[in-house]
């Protein structure tokens, strides 16, 4: 071991700008790498990479997102105010440095579908658009939002409508994905991505 670091939050306040970024992006661990796909009314898509969806509940199957303040145009929030609608897609190895791309700021009537090069995919009469390339997607529907006072961002809470698998290999019997098996990339911070590996299944803790 080496010699230990502590931040206090005196410290933590007077840190450089983006070190002290880095370090609070990257402190929460691995989170999974996503692309949320929106339509505005007029049927124009928006991709944009997300690091921040959880888990909310089973029944009804929730997730949520954290959302940045609306300070600035958001046009993923934008569109699915308009629409109530959107999709969530996990990142693979062979998508990464695309999906990482669609974070830079593009205009309104550019799609970061064209962009960086990703192709819609339409399921049924759900009308936000899919990532074709992504080897798991989730159709949602906009349930909430719930602000979060203490720094003006937002959960926004869906409802899973539609999951679209590419392979049955990427599903286990027990009914979990396969994260390893379906190439799902994990994130750290805002730019450093990960390929999982698996380590071991535990049963359910009893006493």
Known sequence: ????????????DGLEKKYRIS???????????????TSNKNGEHNLAIFNSVMHIGANPPLLGFILRPITVPRHTYQNIKETGFYTINF???QTVD???????????KESEFAECSFMPQFYNDFTAPFVEESHVKLGMEFKEQLPI???GTFLIVGEIKHIII?????I?????????????????????YFSPRFLKKLPIPRR
């Open 1 to 12: 071991m080496g010699k230990q670091v502590i931040f206090d939050r005196t410290a933590i």
């Open 23 to 37: 370090l609070i992006n990257s402190i929460s661990g691995f989170k999974s790498a996503n692309l949320i796909g």
């Open 91 to 93: 990142v693979n190895s």
């Open 98 to 108: 695309r999906a990482h791309q669609t974070g830079a700021k593009y205009e309104e």
């Open 149 to 151: 006072k203490t720094n």
């Open 166 to 170: 590419e392979d049955e290999k990427f």
């Open 172 to 192: 286990q019997e027990s009914g979990a994905i396969d994260l390893v098996a379906s190439d799902a990339i994990a994130v750290a911070g805002l730019d450093t």
